[in-house]
């Protein structure tokens, strides 16, 4: 039994950005997401995922960024 599947759909990478606008404030939001996927053994995959966040107007004790990574492991079922 292979348990390796080469080929057609071994990895998956994927990107988002939305963008949020407020005309009363003059403020823009923007989020963005990335995602590399893998799969390694039949169902299983790891992924690493990375986002961002953008605020240009936030109040006065916040920050205008807010960014991470994470690292997965998961299994699809």
């Not at 990478?13 to 997401?33: C, D, G, H, K, P």
């Not at 390694?40 to 807010?66: A, E, I, M, Q």
Request: proline content about 4%; overall charge negative; glycine content about 6%.
């Amino acid at each position: 039994m292979d348990f390796f599947s080469p080929g057609t759909e071994d990895f998956k990478i994927t990107n988002s950005v939305v963008s949020y606008f407020n005309l009363q404030r003059a403020r823009v939001r923007v989020e963005l997401q990335s995602a590399w996927r893998h799969e390694f053994l039949k169902d299983f995959y790891w992924s690493v995922n990375g986002f961002d966040s953008f605020d240009g107007d936030p109040p006065d004790d916040r920050k205008k960024n807010d960014s991470g990574i994470s690292f997965t492991l998961g299994w699809k079922f």
